[in-house]
Nanobody, 121 residues
Framework: VQLQASGGGLVQAGGSLRLSCARSGSTFSSYAMGWFRQPPGKEREFVAAITWSGGSTSYADSVKGRFTISRDNVKNTMYLQMNSLKPEDTAVYSC???????????????WGQGTQVTVSS
């Protein structure tokens, strides 16, 4: 499984971005998917996860109500719609795929390369 994250960039506080994670390789719909981020100088942290069917989602408290995770198994792509962005959302965002729906990075088997999101105040 290969994952390619895209859509990052520079945005002002209060703005929006949509990240995409395109998959190639094994059957996309077999895997739960997640987004993680690593702010500068900090540990990687969980952002959001979605089950293989898209029927269940989970979010970190810090992004609830602002971010929405979704997936299109026909297009083999997962998305993260980020609204009302804050400077503290600045990080490298990575997508991941795994067999289990989880908020823990070690439960994910495959990782994309990451895309930079910078939110200016």
């Amino acid at each position: 499984v290969q994952l390619q994250a895209s859509g990052g960039g520079l945005v002002q506080a209060g703005g929006s971005l949509r990240l995409s994670c395109a998959r190639s390789g094994s059957t996309f719909s077999s895997y739960a998917m997640g987004w993680f981020r690593q702010p500068p100088g900090k540990e990687r942290e969980f952002v959001a996860a979605i089950t293989w069917s898209g029927g269940s989602t989970s979010y970190a408290d810090s992004v609830k109500g602002r971010f929405t995770i979704s997936r299109d198994n026909v297009k083999n792509t997962m998305y993260l719609q980020m609204n009302s962005l804050k400077p503290e959302d600045t990080a490298v965002y990575s997508c991941a795929a795994g067999r289990y729906f989880s908020g823990t990075a070690r439960n994910y088997d495959y990782w994309g390369q990451g895309t930079q999101v910078t939110v200016s105040s």
